[in-house]
């Protein structure tokens, strides 16, 4: 590659989905500058921490470059003819559900689109599951129930152009930084724009907040249900909206006039909250039309995460307020491509191309993918699919850049699970991971900067990822890692692609087979992009889907005169019971422990770690607390505390501060074995999860909070 070059690419982090344009400024020490796209739809040209200093972590210190056997450096031939070797010897031993992927929100879409195929067309089974799972799938499930389709109805835009927004459930400030200096900057032109905040901590995102709700934790389906009974009390419902294009309003509004949140005083008491906060929230929703409610993962990770979607969804349909500038409820992703992965079936509950797993649709995907085994039936989810592994009805796994050891809730578990396994493959671009140290197989894949492909963001805008740089040592792509070892598993002709372009227009191909009214009608649909050629490829604008025949340019919102995805095309208020977290405190284990991200790491910490600027934010764990748990503890600022559940142990600082509320508690997720050997506290986390998406609930266990 030439130096000075200029490519627009996207930002490797959360869901935003940034643009970013890179100059290569030398190619040979992979030296780069980076600023916000001005062009891009997601930014405008910012970039925030941690999108600002990626240039910084193109090092090739501590890179995967090379094929490994058990810790030898091998050929990629002896690598893939191994991993093709376990994974067909272990299917045919012990029958296709033996074997399982497990997939990462970082992948591009055309790597999850192979590795999809490969194991739901090929080994024939839907053991493909995804860190999504861990992030989002409530809000899918939520989707699914209410819309027929997993589908977000509106934009960032609507950020903008809304009188009231609510953010729950999410510290947008940290975890979608750009959002929320789009929701600043809107409100500093409009001041007459309302922020609402609902989280039990005092975040940095209170700071552009009209009014806080620290609500008690788990207890949003209180809160709203409480708002849609209220609504309905003040004649504040939209009855035509309802009719036209909804179903189940009786039974949703009859399950939220139920005692608990019958009245503002009821919900008060449930929710932990002052009336006249609730009443404050209540008579601003009724009074504003162009309301957007957008959530994140205190809402997502919950054992009854589903519902809470829902019920935000409910108050959103019954009002009318959905697929109209400034208005909807706006499910605000985690990962860099959570939704592209979601598109092609990454996760073990949907087939590809958002189809569930009807027979109709089992027979359509394998025809078009001409496959030789279809799974015919929905695999394991995340915390399944590794108790699997740990009771050993999987004997093969195949992990592609994601570090469960660390990120999985009762970490040590997994693990363990993992230790006994003895057909770990694991493909990455780092060589050293939590995880990483269990594989028999280790397979380097390209990079943020080196790969080449598509994300789609939270608000379904699919934007190229570009290569910046030739690939380092050996590395690899995903996609072509996968499909070599589909080629020697001896399914040669339907992974026979160039490059990732032939992969996209494939996906993109089958996103519209079939999809007409009388067949199937799927909301995910690209079609009109499986013409592109190399070329236009590789130029392509940032587009938001569907973009289909009836929508060549892409949509921006959807849903404004109905036209859901369900078999009536109505969309469905559920009746909605909250659910209080399932872990129960006592008296061993009187705190509530949440977990969450900072503003300047990612994940566990592989990337962001080698920017020196970023880890001079926080530097190592932390637990916030209330001072008075602080006092009645004996504990300092800054003392070392031990905490410890059911599951696990971890050391962290004490970080004193009224933030956080009595009795609760908050520890990152970010950090590893390889930074603190004590600092994991994904091994805390109780694997509980909600019955309909299968997310853990990673916002609420049970701990006791000791002395070290
Ligand atoms: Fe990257 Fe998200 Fe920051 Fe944008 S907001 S620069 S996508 S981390």
Redesign the pocket.
Known sequence: MTSNRTLHT?????????G?QAVVTDAATRQIHIQ?DRNHP??FG???????ALAETLTLHGRLLNPEINGETVSWDAALDLAAETLSATAREHGPESVAFYLSGQLLTEDYYVANKLMKGFIGSANVDTNSRLCMSSSVAGHKRAFGADVVPGCYEDLEQADLIILTGSNTAWC????YQRIKAAKQQRPQMKVVVIDPRRTATCDIADLHLPLQPGSDAWLFNGLLAYLARLGALDYEYLEQHTEGFGVAIKAARAAETADIPSVARHCGLKEGEVAAFYDWFRKTPKTVTAYSQGVNQSSSGSDKVNAIINCHLATGRIGQPGMGPLSLTGQ?NAMGGREVGGLANQLAAHMDFTSDNVERVGRFWNATRMASQPGLKAVDLFDAVADGRIKAIWIMGTNPVVSMPDADKVAQALSRCENVIISDCIRRTDTTEYANILLPALGWGEKDGTVT?SERRISRQRALLTPPGHAKPDWWIISAVAQRMGFGAAFNYRNSRDIFIEHAALSGFENTPEQTLRAFDISALEILTDAEYDALEPIQWPVNAATPQGAARLFQDGGYYSPSRKALLSPITPQPPRGKLDENYSFALNTGRIRDQ?HTMTRTALAPQLNAHISEPYCDMHPQDAERLGFEQNDLVRIRSRHGVMIARAHITDEQAPGQLFVPMHWTAQYSAVGRVGALVNPVTDPYSGQPESKHTPVALERF
């Open positions: 996207t930002c490797a982090y959360c869901g935003v989905g940034c970013i916000g997601a930014n910012r970039l925030c921490s941690k999108g600002a979608h930084p750009i959002l860099p963001n990612w």
